[in-house]
């Protein structure tokens, strides 16, 4: 079965400083795809970065960068130059590409960033 | 802003009861699904509709059902609330339903009390 794992339940990182987020996965797919999304204190689901399976470069998206290790089959988020607006929850998803795109979320991990 | 419209914001209820959450997806976008996120559980794929029919089913109960109508907005119907249905209820939406990314509304935060 595919499974996403966050082992962070809480992160703590100086404003202006870089952070890494960690994701690990678990499917025996070799097609998939991988999310993560930020979660503010007000509720919304805010789409960061995606990276693809056959995607051969790591995916960048401004501050954020996705750091993909297929063969350790990890997935982890750095930010980069934290901002007090960062503070928030974050979550690792995949797809099930069992041909739809239902997506599976791991527990995430709720980021604080300090002045 | 995502694009996603979900109403209302907010629903207090009894047990019991029964509700209805309204989904708008981005314009384009065919297909639409429901999560739900509760602390217990955290976020929980229910049901995903594209251009009107049921695609993909999750971990929804009988006691819910949802539909996508032909101007592809959808209703999530949820009855005989229990206190355990106590969640922020996500829609989301994508362009064609496979391998891409989803635009999340910002929910509906239903409480049954």
């Known amino acids: 079965a595919q499974k996403i794992t966050q082992t962070q339940p809480g992160m703590f990182v100086q404003e202006k400083e870089a952070v890494t987020l960690d994701c690990t996965y678990d499917?025996?797919?070799?097609?998939?795809?991988l999310f993560w999304y930020k979660q503010p204190s007000s509720g919304e689901m805010i789409f960061l970065i995606y990276?693809?399976?056959?995607?051969?470069q790591n995916a960048t998206e401004g501050r954020y960068s996705l750091n993909f290790q297929k063969a350790r089959k990890s997935a982890n988020l750095v930010i980069s130059a934290s901002q007090l607006g960062d503070s928030a929850m974050y979550f690792c998803?995949?797809?099930?590409?069992?041909?739809?795109?239902?997506?599976?979320f791991g527990a995430g991990t709720r980021l604080a960033v300090h002045p | 802003d995502s694009g996603v419209t979900q109403t209302p914001k907010h629903l207090i209820t009894a047990t019991g009861q029964r509700v209805t959450l309204r989904c708008s997806p981005r314009?384009?976008?065919?297909?639409v699904y429901w999560y739900q996120q509760s602390l217990d559980q955290g976020l929980q794929f229910l049901i995903q509709?594209?251009?009107?029919?049921?695609?993909a089913k999750g971990n929804i109960l009988e006691r819910f059902s949802a539909q996508q109508f032909p101007d592809l907005h959808s209703e999530l119907n949820l009855s005989s609330l229990e206190l355990g249905d106590s969640a922020l209820y996500f829609c989301?939406?994508?362009?064609?339903?496979?391998?891409?990314?989803?635009?999340f509304g910002s929910g509906t935060q239903l409480s049954v009390l």
């Open positions: 989301a939406s994508s362009v064609a339903g496979t391998n891409e990314k989803l635009f």
């Open positions: 499917t025996s797919d070799p097609s998939y795809g």
């Open positions: 990276q693809g399976s056959y995607d051969q």
């Open positions: 998803a995949m797809i099930n590409t069992g041909g739809y795109n239902k997506l599976i």
């Open positions: 314009s384009g976008d065919l297909s």
């Open positions: 509709y594209y251009n009107g029919e049921e695609r």
